[in-house]
């Protein structure tokens, strides 16, 4: 059905609206043969809290941005490539349901749709586009992937020593190989972790020790912190702006029919 699209009218204009909605700022994503398989709003954890992000997924990328207003302006656009894409279901939790991780080499992070049949569809066809693409490509799923980052809420003390009480003083610092939150004493240390910065990365005391262990590794340096180190403490697309969603609608996946759906 994606074939099918991939000269169509329709999907070259959906995908131009898109480019649209994210303005200069945005990368071009008109290329020959890129279809745009599905849209819709997902709720994503960041650090602080989860958020509304608008995702479009494409048979070789996933796309998302923060939503300035709907179906019309979007920015922070953030790219992956679905070739390094790993999704992995999660069981819904109390306030936290339909969710699933979207695993890659640089980032990895936990969505969550509506309701659980949005979910089973964005995960089929993601899934789906990901299958494709590796057949076609005759690539093997990549096997590395990015901790998630647990979110801020969820430690009150760090969660190595369990004792330094995080304050506005002793800061949260996040292990970029594990995930655990982690007071700046627990994570002085720094470790080449090529596959999300070409720059040595925060890691914790437990982390360290497993890369100093292997010997074979060469990947670490046992550079102490820099004193004014808060080298990509951010979670680059966390900020404020909690989007802007009146009429949350369902996803729109395209090419199950040839009949264009409605746009509102
Ligand atoms: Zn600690
Ligand atoms: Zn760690």
Redesign the pocket.
Known sequence: MVDKLVNSEANARRIGLVEGCFGSAGQPLIVPGRVLVGEGVLTKACRKKPKPRQFFLFNDLLVYGNIIINKKKYNKQHIIPLEEVKLKSLEDEAQFKNGWLICTRGKSFAVYAATATEKQEWMAHINKCIDDLLKKSGKKASAEHAAVWIPDSEAN????????QFTLVNRRHHCRKCGVV??????ARRVLLPAQSSKPLRV??SCFDEFSKSSNNANFSSNEAKATDSSGEEDSDDDESNGNIQDAKAPSFYGAKEEEPEQI
């Open positions: 003390t760090c969660m190595h020593c369990k004792k330094v982690v007071c700046n004493g627990c994570s914790c005391n």
